[in-house]
């Protein structure tokens, strides 16, 4: 079973950055990024392939880019321009098979690591 670690996560201000790391002990073919809101469902922010591939949410795009060193094992999500309702538990991902933002499709989840944008 992938183990996978996150980190990077904190309180930042509105506009402000954060980059968000994850070690895992096994590659998949598409690692992905989710997060959970309060009170809100897990959702998906961004996948992406061992070839590189990649898909983000509507409401992430353009501000959130996802990258891979498959040398090193460690799945990036930069995120810019955050806004509060950016605010959440960001949750590392490893999917079973093909890239998809169903939480159904992750064979296994990181611990998380909090985000919080105040305004």
């Known amino acids: 079973q992938v183990q996978l670690v996150e980190s990077g996560g904190g309180s930042v201000q509105a506009g402000g950055s954060l980059r968000l790391s994850c070690a895992y002990t096994?590659?998949?073919?598409?690692m992905g990024w989710f997060r959970q809101a309060p009170g809100k469902e897990r959702e998906g922010v961004a996948t992406i392939t061992n070839a590189g591939s990649l898909s983000y949410a509507a409401s992430v795009k353009g501000r959130f880019t996802i990258s891979r060193d498959n040398a090193k094992n460690t799945l990036y999500l930069q995120m810019n321009s955050l806004k509060p309702e950016d605010t959440a538990m960001y949750y590392c991902?490893?999917?079973?098979?093909?890239?998809?933002?169903?939480?159904?499709?992750?064979?296994?989840w990181g611990q998380g690591t909090m985000v919080t944008i105040s305004s």
């Open positions: 096994a590659s998949r073919y598409c």
């Open positions: 991902a490893a999917l079973k098979g093909l890239c998809s933002f169903a939480t159904n499709a992750v064979d296994a």
